[in-house]
């Protein structure tokens, strides 16, 4: 294989970032060259959203600049709009707007997941997903400045909505977003003279009769307690019918205002790929053989929360991968050791991995964990989510700042700035500078 070989990977998250690192480190020289496209710049580690968003962490370092770690790689920054196997080249809308073709000799399939939504009345105005480091960062400048002008009003209708905060949807993206966002919240409150953390309304709603599936009925069900023994409001078998205005009316006849909907109700596959000929199944995921390659196309590898991936674990023949970080770190280390096993005409190996369970915070010193059937909680759960979740942060840089923040975390307590000019920074220029003056029109000096 010479250099020209073309190894092009639509996205540089968890499956596109593990998979360029592993094939830049296993590539012979000049065997081929890894192009990495990804409208952002940098892969974001999203386990630890819900610290970034509380603070514990500085949002900065939960994510991993691509063109830092993947020296050998090309980084692309732009986003993938269509894909034609038949062609074998993808279409990529560049930052800078232009719209170009990039042929490949293998193609890595991994845009990824976006949030489910449904068809609510209000979700598309009143709505946030907690999907990625901008939207964490909102959200604690959000219920920051939310406390500041609940402190201000005098009208305690608007002090309620401003102090109420709604999640939807009970994964674990849900549950640690709002476990540690609320606690947050209830630590700012003592700088507050005029609000009380008994004040702060937290409030959980859940379609289904169990919050994080992920872990076994009795940990959901020990979650579900320790939520409430934080007086956050658990509404399980419960759907929201309508957020218009930010008017909650949820389906078991309960109203309230609120001015914060998170919305993580599940995810679905990255909806680019209906822009493709990529083979999908019902549920718009690219059907893959469990080697990782995709069915009628050995040159044509996906992974991760955009493909459905024989589960060999399981005696079900139709089960699938779930979409996780575990299944997604793994699967790109198979799927790159089987692009290299396939460039040398080498046999491909099928991937097979137990779910291990999983590891989640809900807020200091709080957690619940399932690993290997070995159910943890409190402290012990939550110092094993850190550690687990440190041990898979990519790099040692990332590593050491993390830590760092959390030692200052611990010396000088949680950080409650809230920088919420950071999503207008024209407003207080533009407010100096005044209505732009009109122009006269110019004086016709013959007529004058
Ligand atoms: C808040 C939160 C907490 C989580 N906690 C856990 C946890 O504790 N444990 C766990 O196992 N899992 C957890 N997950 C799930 C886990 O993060 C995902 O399963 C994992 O990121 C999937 O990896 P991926 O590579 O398929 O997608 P991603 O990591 O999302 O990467 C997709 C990449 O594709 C890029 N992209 C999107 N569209 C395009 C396009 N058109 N062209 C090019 N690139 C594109 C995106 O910018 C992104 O970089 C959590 C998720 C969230 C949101």
Redesign the pocket.
Known sequence: MARDTRIVI????????YTALRLQRKLAANEASVTV????AN??Y??F??EAAAGSIEPRHVVVPLRKVLRKCHVLT????GISRERREVT?EAAAGHVSQIGYDVLVV????VARTLPIPGLAEQGIA??NVAEAIYLRNHVLSHMDEAASTINPELRRKLLTFLVVGGG??GV??LAELADMSRYASRYYENIDETDLRWVLVEASGRIMP?VSPPMGKYTVKQLLKARIEVYLDTRVKSMTGGHVVLDDGTEFDTDTIVW?AG?KP?P?LAETDLPLDDKGRVICSASLQVDGSPEIFS?????SVPDLTKDDPDAKTS??????VRQ?AQLADNVIAHLRSKPVTPYKHKHVG???SLGLYKGAAEVYGIKLKGPLAWFM?RTY?LSRMPTFNRKFRIVSDWTQALLFRREVVSLEQIHEPKKEFSRVIGPTPRLDPPVDKKQA
């Open positions: 639509v996205g540089g998250g968890y499956v596109g970032m496209i990804d409208p952002q892969m974001t999203q386990p959203l819900p732009g986003r993938v709009t990529v991994a845009p990824g997941s907690f999907k674990y993206a640690e977003a992920e993580t995810v990255n680019m992974a991760g929360d955009c493909a979409p996780s970080a575990q299944h997604a790109a999983s590891v989640a989510h979740h």
